[in-house]
């Protein structure tokens, strides 16, 4: 697992990084999200992915507090997302829309809609003072109380 | 680079994870975004990385049209984001609001200020339909055109 790979990164996207930045960690949280998986089998068989790297990353959820073992009725360990794991939801959002932008001629293989009303989800991002939607290079970065 | 790590894949964030999923990858374009960086020295200096993977990373930039070359006035190379690069900053702002609640028992080390008035940006979750934000668990991914 990535762990302190980005040691000497003070800022959240590396540390964010660090808990998911691994290849398939994002695969395997989207089909606990939106597949159902739950179980190794279901991981596995959805994913293709090879069985060591799968533990490895249900194992390293487990004990970075994405995902809790349950044990389903008829014995069988489930991985379920926390609280903290499910609040993943936006980073993939935001790369599945990306990808639908710049990797998907035939169109989005995959929409995202909300369960209620059937809507489209949007990601939006907003000024909490003016209200506006930034445009492209209108963000600037300051240092925060937890800059070192 | 991951290229067609994840072939069986038909996802977007799939797709936008062999363009960006790459270690280090994230963090250079946030660099490039936030940090003003377009040189080869800035990057490698900023991020104490390894001169072979950054240059790696910057080609596969270059090469996948996130980051295009331009010469600057002094004859240095630069590399500067294109509007495609661009566009992957709400996964970076993503991954910062994550880290800022789960990762940052300090307070967040990075704010994200709109540069016209300094508030504070933030990233929603919108239904196009009922205009709510969707509640924990109320996304459903369905089968877009795309779709094999």
New interface residues.
């Given amino acids: 697992m990535?762990g302190r790979?980005?040691e000497?990164?003070?800022?959240?996207?590396?540390?964010?990084?660090?808990?998911i930045?691994e290849?398939w960690s994002?695969?395997i949280l989207?089909n606990a999200?939106?597949?159902g998986s739950r179980r190794f089998n279901q991981f596995q068989r959805s994913?293709?992915i090879a069985t060591n790297i799968l533990q490895a990353r249900l194992e390293w959820f487990i004990e970075s507090g994405l995902m809790e073992l349950r044990a389903a009725a008829d014995g069988v360990q489930e991985y379920v997302l926390t609280?903290?794991g499910?609040?993943?939801?936006?980073?993939?959002?935001?790369?599945?829309?990306?990808?639908?932008?710049?990797?998907?001629?035939?169109?989005?293989?995959?929409?995202?809609?909300?369960?209620?009303?059937?809507?489209?989800?949007?990601?939006?991002?907003?000024?909490?003072?003016?209200h506006?939607a930034?445009k492209?290079?209108?963000?600037?970065?300051?240092?925060?109380?937890?800059?070192?």
């Fill in positions: 990535l790979a980005y000497r990164e003070n800022c959240s996207a590396a540390r964010a990084l660090e808990v930045g290849r994002l695969l989207r999200m939106y597949a994913l293709g609280a903290k499910q609040d993943l939801e936006p980073v993939i959002l935001a790369l599945s829309a990306w990808g639908d932008r710049y990797a998907a001629p035939e169109g989005p293989p995959i929409r995202y809609q909300h369960a209620q009303c059937g809507g489209a989800i949007r990601q939006h991002l907003e000024c909490e003072t003016c506006e930034p492209p290079g209108a963000i600037m970065a300051t240092p925060g109380p937890g800059m070192s």
